[in-house]
Structures are given as structure tokens and as C-alpha cells.
RNA sequence: GAGUCGUUAGCUCAGCUGGCAGAGCACCGGACUUUUAAUCCGGGUGUCGAGGGUUCGAAUCCCUCACGACUCACCA
């Protein structure tokens, strides 16, 4: 039958309810529950089969998932955000009138109300002995097959809400992330930092290297970017004297949609005044063994390899893991020319504007970041890919930074801010060339922000962690697409 | 942006070298007072993603387009 069918013959369903019994199954505005089907299962889990908890009376609601009926007597699964049960609706329990209601006009996917008396049957499962109920709500669409539930990837993600109800698992991994994200500020209060709300519409999106969304205000008469970062105006706020900030929001990038990219994120970025990147070390620790053990593990599974977020994890330098892992000693190389030939015979591909840190990163990005599947931080950036980082000041080309990867892909990135304004200056100066040499990802250059540096940041250790990719881990998540409730999708033409 | 694969009933899927569009669940009608993928009897409900082409004949072959998944590129 068309679904537009069957969506015919419920409504026709439901306005003959109204006229013949004189009820409106959207009538009701709301339901006095005492008891969770969790808390049901729960409590009554040790009844012994064929025993009813005499007496008692729970009253709970759910939707129905699937009706069984038979006669004088009828079993439906009903199911609530918590958990699921057997509810058996019997003639002389009831009484005839509610009885042959329930025959008669209640349906799969209908929301009902329900009072009954916990017993197991014969067969051993626990179940509800309805005595009254109260249709709360009506389904007009069919729900998707009870057996083997919704797979189209497309309806999963453009109608999350189907989804939802037929795929009870797609319900833990969002309580998971919900569980993910709380831990976050649980362990951020405990270390005295404040949630801050910065703009998402700006007149400049920086703070990372990235193609923008542009909107355009009207009453201004202005462009705005929607930000793809958090950094700049968090640190301003250091500047401004609040010590220790983080925010928790959603990210956007005017880039490609892949499994582990989706246009809009969620990002947490912290700073804290007089810490430095080693703190943020300590820190990205405590916060991810902290989202584990919520979780129940520190010990997971992700796509069939098991990821320890046993501490302390694995710190190494770039340079370190260049050598290890492509053999070449990039401290040793005296020149760029020298590293150009040796990025080349690496298979890189060489531009010949290329400088020896350039090179490392490529040699880094092409051969050791896959690798990387255990947590791992990675070291000592150079300063021409970390425009807002400080200085290393035994090793100038370095900066204070580090990165954390997990199963090949970037988590996290943090480093001792720097403070320079004058060194900021030159480092956006560097950005702004790039960006009229082609580069559409370079910095912007943002003069207020440089201002604010002007008028003294505190040594301050900043970091930010991928909520998205970090909830994909803990939750055998494969596409960034099953952590995000609602992910970007064309629209249907 | 490029490539590969996919799109058939509400859902999950068959449909072979081109020959009457199918199954299970769901749904509709009936029987049944402990079933649980209930069972039994009866009912097939479709713009085969869209458009065009080849052909006596297209779900099937060809082209274009749309959407999705994956891989690559950009990126976190």
C-alpha cells in the first residue's frame, strides 16, 4: 500500500474515532507518570514466572512498538526512552469497553498511557497486566519493519526521527555524546573554568585555517562569517582578565563532507592564564580518561581495533616521528633545498617554494599520522604551520604545541598561546601573503585581535578538542554522520 | 571537484543472457483469553529515483540528470 494510503485510511481512522466514541486521541496535554520502564524492569525483575506482583500498580506510558493480538486477549511491546516491555491487555482485566477499544482503534506507533500490574508469564517475561489505559497520541505513518529495523542511510540521517524510533542503538550513541559532553564540563568546573559564549557571526573568521560561510546582515549592510573557531575571541577574554574559559559550540567550514567531516562541528576550546601547553597535556588526559570510565571502559573497540585510553599516553615529538617512521633525520638537514630533494624521493609532491618545516609536516601528515591509532601526542610544531602558537625559545623554528591522535585522526590541538604581539604581528603579515599568493585557507589577519595582544595576554595554555571525532571513538561510531543528530545533506530537489 | 557503487511496495530485500513486477514484515477484513519475528483464512497496495534513447518488447541495455554511500582531493 502507498504510504500516502495508508496515511488516507489512518486519518479516516482517526476522524471516525472522534465521531463514533467521541474521543480525540491529541486531546490529552499530558500524562501523570510514576515510573519509568527502566524502573519497572528494575524493580519487578526478580518475579518468578507465572507470578503477579499483587497489588501493586505502576503507571508508566510508552509508544507501542508491535501488537499481538489474539481474541479476548492481546500483547503489545511498548517502548520508552529507557527501556522496553510486554504489555498484555485481557478482556476481563480491562472490562469489554476498554478492551474492544484497544481492538479497535489503537494501532503501532501509537503513545500510550498505561496502568497495570507487573507479572511473568509462563514463557518468563516480564509484563504489565493492563488495567487502564489512555491513548496520549496517534501515528498516522507506518513505523519501519520491526525485524531488521531502518538501514537507508538517507532516510536515517534526513528523517533522524524515524531513525530514533526504529534503532534504539542510535538513541545510546546520542545519550553517549550527551554523557561525552557533560564530562567535559564537569571536568572544566572542577578546574574552576567558566563557560563563555563568544559570536558566531563575525565580520572575521579566524582563529584556524579554513574556507569560511558568508552571510550577509541586513540592517548593517555588512558581510558576516560565521566562525570557524572559538581561539581569537577566547583569548581576548584572557586579556580580559577572566582567568579561565572554555566554550562548547558548533564550528563551521565552507569545506568537503567526507566521514570524518561535516560542515558544522562541535569543538570545545579552553584557555587557562599562567598554564602552557603541558598543562593542556594533563588536561586533554584528565578530560578523555574521564569520558571513558562515563562511559564504562577506558579499554574500546573502534571498527575492530581496540583503543587503550589508559594513561599516561604516548608523547613524541614530530621530528621524532618523521625519524621513526620515514627514517629521515630532519634536525640534520641543513637546508631546504637538501629537504625539497628528500621530500621528492619520498614521493612528496614538491612545489619548490617548500621550506625544510614544510617539508616535515608533509613527511608528517603523508606517513606518521595514520599510524598513529593509539592516543598519541605529537610535538613541537613548527612555527610555519602554527600561526597563534608560541615560540619554543631553545628551539625558535619549534613551537610550544601539540596534537593528539587517535586511530590516525586528529582530536585535539593545543599549545602555550602566543603573546607576542609584536611576533603576532610578523605571523599574520606571513598568513596575509600566503592568502594573495592563492592560499584560501591562510589566517586572516585580524588588527583588533593584535590590539588585544597589545594591551598583555598572560602566559595561557589553550586547547581544543573534536567533540565529534572523540564521540565516534567511544561509541564504534564509523561516520562522523552517526554522532550528529541532524548532519548536512543536500537537499532533495 | 573526480571516480566507483547504489536507488524496485511504508520497511528489509529478490528480480538471471531484455519477455505478465515478486517475497517477508507492515497494512486492510475475519478467527483466536499467556503470545513474543504469535498462528490460521482472505486481500498486492508499485511513476521499478527522474527524463530521454535503442528495441516488436526495458526494472534489466545506452545517455543525461537528481539524491545517497564509499574512495580520492581540501580539511578537523
Given at each position: 500500500?502507498p504510504e500516502?494510503?495508508?496515511?488516507?485510511?489512518?486519518?479516516?481512522?482517526l476522524?471516525?474515532l472522534r465521531?463514533?466514541?467521541g474521543?480525540?486521541?491529541f486531546?490529552?496535554?499530558?500524562?501523570?507518570?510514576?515510573?519509568?520502564?527502566?524502573e519497572?524492569n528494575?524493580?519487578y525483575?526478580?518475579l518468578?514466572?507465572d507470578?503477579h506482583a499483587e497489588?501493586v500498580?505502576?503507571?508508566?506510558?510508552?509508544?507501542?512498538?508491535?501488537?499481538r493480538?489474539h481474541?479476548k486477549?492481546s500483547?503489545?511491546?511498548m517502548e520508552?526512552?529507557?527501556?522496553r516491555i510486554?504489555?498484555?491487555?485481557?478482556l476481563?482485566a480491562?472490562?469489554e469497553k476498554?478492551?474492544?477499544f484497544?481492538?479497535k482503534w489503537?494501532?503501532t506507533?501509537d503513545?500510550?498511557?498505561v496502568v497495570?500490574t507487573p507479572f511473568r508469564?509462563?514463557?518468563?517475561?516480564?509484563?504489565l497486566?493492563v488495567?487502564s489505559?489512555?491513548?496520549l497520541s496517534?501515528?498516522l505513518?507506518?513505523?519501519?519493519?520491526?525485524?531488521?529495523?531502518?538501514?537507508?542511510t538517507?532516510?536515517?540521517?534526513?528523517q533522524?526521527?524515524?531513525?530514533?524510533?526504529?534503532n534504539?542503538?542510535v538513541?545510546?550513541t546520542f545519550?553517549k555524546?550527551s554523557?561525552?559532553v557533560?564530562?567535559?564540563?564537569?571536568?572544566?568546573e572542577r578546574?574552576g573554568?567558566?563557560e563563555?559564549e563568544?559570536?558566531?557571526l563575525s565580520p572575521?573568521?579566524g582563529?584556524?585555517?579554513?574556507?569560511?560561510?558568508?552571510?550577509f546582515?541586513?540592517?548593517?549592510?555588512v558581510?558576516?562569517?560565521?566562525?570557524?573557531?572559538?581561539?581569537?575571541?577566547?583569548?581576548r577574554l584572557?586579556v580580559g582578565m577572566?582567568g579561565?574559559v572554555?566554550e562548547?559550540g558548533?564550528n563551521f567550514?565552507?569545506?568537503?563532507?567526507?566521514?570524518?567531516?561535516?560542515?558544522?562541528?562541535t569543538a570545545m576550546e579552553?584557555?587557562?592564564a599562567y598554564?602552557n601547553?603541558?598543562?593542556?597535556?594533563?588536561?586533554?588526559e584528565?578530560?578523555?580518561?574521564?569520558c571513558?570510565d562515563?562511559l564504562?571502559s577506558?579499554?574500546v573497540t573502534y571498527q575492530?581495533t581496540?583503543?587503550?585510553f589508559e594513561?599516561?599516553f604516548?608523547?613524541?615529538?614530530?621530528?621524532?616521528l618523521v625519524?621513526?617512521?620515514c627514517?629521515?633525520?630532519?634536525?640534520?638537514?641543513?637546508s631546504?633545498e637538501e629537504a625539497r630533494?628528500?621530500?621528492?624521493a619520498k614521493?612528496?609532491?614538491?612545489?619548490?617554494?617548500?621550506?625544510r618545516?614544510g617539508i616535515l609536516t608533509?613527511?608528517?601528515?603523508n606517513f606518521?599520522e595514520?599510524k598513529?591509532?593509539?592516543?598519541?601526542?605529537?610535538?613541537?610544531?613548527?612555527?610555519?604551520?602554527?600561526?597563534l602558537?608560541?615560540r619554543?625559545?631553545?628551539a625558535?623554528?619549534?613551537?610550544?604545541r601539540?596534537e593528539l591522535?587517535?586511530y590516525?585522526?586528529?582530536?585535539a590541538?593545543a599549545?602555550?598561546e602566543?603573546?607576542d604581539?609584536?611576533?603576532?604581528?610578523e605571523?599574520?603579515t606571513e598568513?596575509?601573503r600566503?592568502k594573495?599568493?592563492?592560499?584560501?585557507e591562510?589566517?586572516?589577519f585580524?588588527?583588533d585581535?593584535v590590539?588585544?595582544l597589545?594591551?598583555g595576554?598572560?602566559?595561557?595554555?589553550?586547547?581544543?578538542?573534536g567533540?565529534?571525532?572523540l564521540?565516534m571513538?567511544?561509541?564504534?561510531?564509523?561516520s562522523?554522520?552517526d554522532v550528529?543528530?541532524?548532519?548536512?545533506m543536500?537537499p532533495?530537489?
Open positions: 500500500m500516502e494510503e495508508i496515511l488516507k485510511q489512518r486519518i479516516d481512522k476522524m471516525r465521531a463514533e466514541e474521543f480525540d486521541p486531546r490529552n496535554d499530558r500524562w501523570d507518570r510514576k515510573q519509568t520502564l527502566e519497572i528494575r524493580i525483575g526478580s518468578e514466572a507470578c497489588g500498580e505502576v503507571v508508566t506510558a510508552g509508544r507501542l512498538m508491535t501488537i493480538r481474541g486477549a500483547f503489545a511491546t520508552d526512552e529507557t527501556s510486554q504489555l498484555y491487555f485481557q476481563d480491562t472490562g476498554a478492551y474492544n484497544f481492538r489503537v494501532d506507533g503513545i500510550l498511557g497495570g508469564t509462563r514463557r518468563g517475561e516480564l509484563t497486566q488495567t489505559y489512555s491513548l496517534k501515528a505513518r507506518p513505523l519501519p519493519e520491526k525485524w531488521h529495523g531502518l538501514k537507508d538517507e532516510i536515517r540521517y534526513r533522524r526521527y524515524v531513525d530514533l524510533i526504529a534504539p542503538e538513541r545510546e545519550r555524546r554523557i561525552i557533560k564530562t567535559f564540563r564537569e571536568v572544566l578546574h573554568t567558566m563563555v563568544t559570536p558566531i572575521l573568521a582563529g584556524a585555517n579554513a574556507r569560511p560561510f558568508i552571510t546582515h541586513n540592517a548593517l549592510g558581510n558576516l562569517y560565521l566562525r570557524i573557531a572559538t581561539e581569537l575571541y577566547l583569548k584572557i577572566l579561565r572554555y562548547i558548533k567550514r565552507n569545506e568537503g563532507i567526507d566521514i570524518m567531516h561535516n560542515p558544522e562541528f579552553v584557555y587557562w598554564a601547553y603541558q598543562d593542556m597535556m594533563d588536561l586533554t584528565e578530560i578523555l580518561v574521564a571513558a562515563a564504562g577506558r579499554k575492530g581496540e583503543i587503550s594513561p599516561p604516548r608523547r613524541a615529538t614530530m621530528v621524532d625519524k621513526e617512521y627514517g629521515v633525520d630532519i634536525e640534520s638537514v641543513t631546504d630533494k628528500i621530500g621528492k614521493g612528496l609532491e614538491i612545489t619548490g617554494k617548500e621550506t618545516f608533509e613527511l608528517f601528515e606518521v595514520e598513529l591509532i593509539q592516543p598519541t601526542f605529537v610535538l613541537g610544531h613548527p612555527v610555519e604551520v602554527s600561526p602558537a608560541k619554543n625559545y631553545d625558535p623554528d619549534y613551537t610550544n601539540f591522535f587517535i590516525g585522526k586528529e582530536v590541538n599549545f602555550s602566543l603573546n604581539p609584536l611576533d603576532q604581528r605571523r599574520f598568513q596575509l600566503k594573495t599568493e592563492g592560499d584560501e591562510a589566517h586572516v585580524d588588527e585581535f590590539q588585544a597589545e594591551y595576554l598572560p602566559p595561557t595554555g589553550g586547547l581544543g578538542i567533540i565529534d571525532r564521540t571513538f567511544l561509541t564504534d561510531s564509523r562522523i554522520r550528529i543528530l541532524f548532519p548536512t543536500k532533495k530537489s
